[in-house]
């Protein structure tokens, strides 16, 4: 009997061990053929050509890296000072309409770039670059705010009712208490807004236009364009090394918010504002207001003739419905809108399997003791997130130069777009079901699996139906993201099977007032399905505080 007990011990981790690289398999499998080696491959052919060290040596390239930086830290700045006052309102006022305002804030983040920019063009129709910065600002506002909140909501008001108590004002209160425990949600959230700014591709490309170029502009520009393979490598290298530092730093926020001691839940911390309190409350809804006027600028273009004796005029929502009098899109606005949705629907599929995979994953690594285990969840933690930071379009020129090794030539197949975009949206999905899963109490999986319950019948039991709601929201919320996703699809997409944020962009590079109309109506219904899905995500009650998408 001791025997059999000593040797049940000792196989059952190593069972335990190859279940989870078993699991592992398929993530990692995915990252390394749909991304590792797509990007290696164009980086090395940069090197091969020789031109890798002049590029890198060219001022033009520093100066690009520097304007990237430059723009993305004023924009991460900007977000920052916004999201503060809406996190406040998020996590310490009880009112009518706070929980809609939560809903409105997190809008801006999934809009599709090209909307985005078009929305920014109706109130700057010259672009620029305050608009440029301001619009990146507009997108990453929700991420400072729920991932602040959702720390805000958990601290001690009592902490601050002391020194308060002994003579401080508000906001002494605010910079000696408050912002010294905020500060690691601050820190990381500020990192992955840097990220994303540093990242912009659509924004830049619509409101930059060839004054204002970034490192991933100029990354597209000279692989498409130019077919400068040295170049764009020397720049991807460059933005690389950018992105890293970026996650880095957010890593060691997120870990020490991780570590932060929550006392009371929202419910208990919440109130009615009193005294000055209201200056922080008219500041957050200043600012969603702020938020939602490109959006109505936008709606209004969509139905302006652009003509002040015309007015108003509904003609570029006709033109969609077919092949449109205007001859810029070789298929209809609505077969456009039709592949939107088929190719979001495929990537987000992919993109739960691998995202979901994952998770489990990283989950039993972190249960897991030991230094090892811990480190290997930190390292592919960190491999998840680099696909949000790697030029999408050195993913997809690298995609036309190595997919074809593949059995059946993926490069001509329709999940080459899907696959792409899984890429983006898969950091996505981990960081919603992560937290989450990482919240199941342990105690019922063990007490499953002392009462004879395989692995699988534990996830089926236990896991799967605490986690549900939240794998239906990470599901939606990776839809919409696809949805209007613009970086890698621009360059994969074919002219006769465009998306419709392609089609938006084919649009507005065409000279013509009905291309114009057809543009912004476009961008109008994307936006419209857009807000729609983050509402019912919202409202399915998932998508909250620490389980949103400030959760990097």
Not at 46 to 70: K, Q
Not at 319 to 327: D, K, M, V
Not at 460 to 475: G, K, M
Not at 504 to 533: D, F, H, K, W
Request: aromatic content about 8%.
């Amino acid at each position: 009997m001791a025997h059999a007990t000593r040797r049940l011990s000792t196989t059952r981790p190593t069972f335990r061990g190859a279940g989870l690289a078993a699991l592992a398999v398929l993530p990692l499998g995915f990252l390394v053929v749909f991304f590792a080696w797509p990007v290696a491959a164009i980086v090395a052919r940069g090197f091969g050509s020789g031109g890798v060290g002049t590029a890198i040596g060219d001022p033009l390239t520093w100066e690009l890296a520097g304007f990237t930086v430059a723009s993305a830290g004023v924009s991460t700045i900007v977000a920052v000072l916004a999201g503060l006052p809406v996190a406040f309102l998020l996590a310490r006022v009880r009112l009518p309409g706070v929980s809609l305002v939560r809903t409105l804030v997190l809008v801006p983040f999934v809009l599709p770039t090209v909307v985005v920019g078009l929305a920014f063009r109706a109130l700057w129709p010259d672009g620029g670059l305050l608009p440029l910065v301001l619009a990146n600002a507009f997108f990453n506002v929700a991420v400072v705010a729920r991932t602040v909140s959702g720390l805000w909501s958990h601290l001690d008001p009592r902490t601050v009712d002391a020194a308060r108590a002994l003579g401080a004002s508000p906001w002494r209160a605010f910079r000696s208490v408050t912002l010294p425990a905020l500060a690691p949600a601050v820190a990381s959230s500020a990192a992955v807004v840097f990220l994303f700014c540093a990242t912009s591709f659509g924004v830049v490309l619509i409101l930059g236009g060839a004054k204002y170029r970034t490192l991933e502009t100029e990354i597209y520009l000279r692989t498409v364009e130019l077919l400068d393979l040295s170049g764009a490598a020397a720049l991807s290298l460059v933005q690389f090394a950018a992105v890293v530092a970026a996650l880095v730093v957010g890593a060691l926020a997120r870990r020490r918010r991780e570590n932060a001691v929550r006392l009371r839940s929202r419910s208990e911390t919440a109130r009615r504002p009193r005294g000055g309190e209201w200056w922080a409350v008219s500041a957050g809804l200043a600012v969603v207001a702020l938020l939602m006027t490109p959006i109505v600028a936008l709606l209004v273009e969509s139905v302006s003739t652009g003509s002040d004796s015309d007015g108003f005029s509904l003609a570029g929502y006709a033109a969609l419905a077919g092949q449109g009098t205007s001859g810029a899109l070789q298929v209809s606005g609505w077969d456009a809108a039709s592949m939107s949705l088929r190719t979001a629907f495929d990537a987000t599929t992919l993109a739960m399997i691998v995202g979901v995979l994952a998770s489990v994953v990283l989950v039993a690594l972190r249960r897991t003791p030991g230094r090892l285990a811990r480190g290997m969840g930190e390292t592919m933690d960190a491999a998840l997130m680099l696909p949000l930071g790697v030029s999408a379009v050195t993913v997809g020129f690298g995609y036309l130069v190595t997919l074809d090794a593949l059995p059946g030539d993926l490069r001509t197949s329709p999940l080459l777009v899907p696959l792409a975009q899984a890429l983006v949206i898969i950091p996505l999905i981990v960081r919603m079901v992560l937290p989450v899963l990482r919240s199941v109490d342990i105690r019922l999986r063990q007490a499953a699996s002392t009462l004879g319950a395989s692995p699988g019948r534990v996830w089926r039991e236990i896991d799967l139906p605490l986690t549900a709601r939240s794998l239906v929201a990470a599901a939606g919320f990776g839809y919409v993201v696809a949805l209007g996703e613009f970086g890698a699809t621009s360059f994969l997409a074919r002219p006769d099977a465009p998306t419709l944020p392609v089609a938006v962009a084919t649009l507005i590079s065409r000279p013509g007032e009905l291309n114009n109309q057809m543009a912004y109506a476009a961008c109008a219904l994307l936006m419209i399905v857009t807000v729609v899905a983050v509402v019912l995500i919202d409202r399915f009650g998932a998508v909250r505080g620490q389980n949103s998408v400030g959760e990097f």
